[in-house]
């Protein structure tokens, strides 16, 4: 198994543009979600699905969007960059569950924003 | 709300000593915690978890933790560093009502040191 992978490794984007960060996992995970990473402040939720055609917001959903057509692949989209969503982000994945499973992640895209 | 607090930015540690990386947590109800690790360049990977039962949860690379209720603590512990274990550990709870999503601390650096 490839476990959870995402492209691209790396980005540079000029504000204002917009791009599909993608995931995708091969371990038949009902559960994905997208966290971004930023110094001292752990990661935080931006956008979660519990199933194929499921999504909801977490904890900094603004200025992104997510689909889950597939239970495969869950993209998240980057409407309009902006400088203070240079950050690195991970996608991960889990089993559903009685809420103990633990989640998968995978490498990261570093996105930067200038 | 739930939160998590590691009041630590970095903890210094000669190789065979022990180390505890110091973790607490907010939630209402019983909380479902774990501990990540995440090596430079690298996703996290899960290291262990409490969710019920014995306080002492021992995880993967001869780590351990310990539930304690009354102080609301989840501390990392291992009897004897290694250099290897120099990396970032994410102390994290699950999200009330959100599949396994998780609610991260801000992360401690171990330095392990010759």
């Known amino acids: 198994n490839a476990g959870v992978t995402q492209t691209p490794k790396f980005q540079v984007l000029k504000t204002g543009q917009s791009m599909t960060l993608q995931c995708a996992q091969d371990?038949?995970?009902?559960?994905m979600s997208w966290y971004r990473q930023d110094p001292g402040m752990g990661l935080r939720l931006i956008h979660y699905?519990?199933?194929?055609?499921?999504?909801d917001q977490g904890e900094v959903p603004n200025g992104y969007n997510v689909s889950r057509s597939t239970t495969e692949d869950f993209p998240l989209r980057l409407l309009s960059a902006a400088p203070s969503q240079t950050s690195v982000y991970f996608c991960?994945?889990?089993?559903?569950?009685?809420?103990?499973?633990?989640?998968?992640f995978g490498p990261g895209t570093r996105l930067t924003v200038t | 709300a739930q939160s998590v607090a590691q009041p630590e930015d970095q903890v210094n540690v000669a190789e065979g000593n022990p180390l505890t990386v110091k973790c607490t947590y907010s939630?209402?109800?019983?909380?479902?915690l774990f501990w990540y690790v995440q090596y430079p360049n690298r996703g996290l990977q899960f290291l262990l978890k409490?969710?019920?039962?014995?306080?002492l949860v021992k995880g993967s690379y001869g780590f351990e933790a310990e539930f304690n209720k009354s102080q609301t603590s989840f501390h990392l512990k291992k009897p004897s560093a290694l250099v290897s274990d120099s990396a970032l550990y994410f102390c994290?709870?699950?999200?009330?009502?959100?599949?396994?999503?998780?609610?991260f601390g801000g992360g401690t650096r171990l330095m392990v040191k010759p």
């Open positions: 939630v209402s109800g019983n909380p479902y």
């Open positions: 371990m038949n995970h009902e559960y």
């Open positions: 991960a994945s889990s089993y559903k569950g009685h809420g103990g499973r633990e989640q998968y």
């Open positions: 409490y969710i019920t039962g014995d306080n």
């Open positions: 994290a709870v699950r999200v009330h009502n959100a599949g396994n999503m998780l609610t």
């Open positions: 699905s519990v199933g194929a055609g499921i999504t």
